[in-house]
T-cell receptor, first 114, second 110 residues
Framework: DAMVIQNPRYQVTQFGKPVTLSCSQTLNHNVMYWYQQKSSQAPKLLFHYYDKDFNNEADTPDNFQSRRPNTSFCFLDIRSPGLGDAAMYLC?????????????FGPGTRLTVT | GENVEQHPSTLSVQEGDSAVIKCTYSDSASNYFPWYKQELGKGPQLIIDIRSNVGEKKDQRIAVTLNKTAKHFSLHITETQPEDSAVYFCAASRGNDMRFGAGTRLTVKP
């Protein structure tokens, strides 16, 4: 089945130690998104790629970076994780940015910072 | 930017009863309104959506209504079942810009 896959599902990192989360998709969608979701809150958009065009949300901290080496994969890099970065990180995809915007989410990676 | 408000934050119903969740949005240019169901430890799953040129859409026990003039939309679940228990998010979208409501935790008591 076509889907959005996130690895790992659970990630533990130390304060200040860089960490990378990965997302892959078999839907062949043009757009990929990264969201941060803290406990009992709505997902918050960090950034998205339309093909190779990177779009950063204005309030996304510089500590967060992203890479999309090809259509199928997208990575979230957290350069120096702080305790406040502990959250669920969700990857989503959509076919294209025009018109409606059906987004399909992966299962998420839960990040713990010790 | 878009601001989406969702009510109630928690909702408890008896199995078989109906559940209604309401959302309002601020950006009149938003044209797509999805609803997501999120179970514990999982990513949000799209359950139904509505576009701005439609007033109502139904899929079995789930229906969504949209009032563009008032800028609000609602999710209706009829004949609720325990497996409907989850957190439900509404969202409003224009292009790539999708904003979520704060979520409603629905509990269906058997």
């Amino acid at each position: 089945d076509a889907m959005v896959i996130q690895n790992p599902r659970y990630q533990v990192t130390q304060f200040g130690k860089p960490v990378t989360l990965s997302c892959s998709q078999t839907l062949n969608h043009n757009v990929m998104y990264w969201y941060q979701q803290k406990s009992s809150q709505a997902p918050k958009l960090l950034f998205h790629y339309y093909d190779k065009d990177f779009n950063n949300e204005a309030d996304t901290p510089d500590n967060f970076q992203s890479r999309r080496p090809n259509t199928s994969f997208c990575f979230l890099d957290i350069r120096s994780p702080g305790l406040g970065d502990a959250a669920m990180y969700l990857c989503a995809t959509s076919r294209d940015p025009g018109g409606t915007n059906e987004q399909y989410f992966g299962p998420g990676t839960r990040l713990t910072v010790t | 930017g878009e601001n989406v408000e969702q009510h109630p934050s928690t909702l408890s119903v008896q199995e078989g009863d109906s559940a209604v969740i309401k959302c309002t949005y601020s950006d009149s240019a938003s044209n797509y309104f999805p609803w997501y169901k999120q179970e514990l430890g999982k990513g949000p799953q799209l359950i139904i959506d509505i576009r701005s040129n439609v007033g109502e859409k139904k899929d079995q026990r789930i229906a969504v209504t949209l009032n563009k003039t008032a800028k609000h939309f609602s999710l209706h679940i009829t004949e609720t079942q325990p497996e409907d228990s989850a957190v439900y998010f509404c969202a409003a979208s224009r292009g790539n810009d999708m904003r979520f409501g704060a979520g409603t935790r629905l509990t269906v008591k058997p």
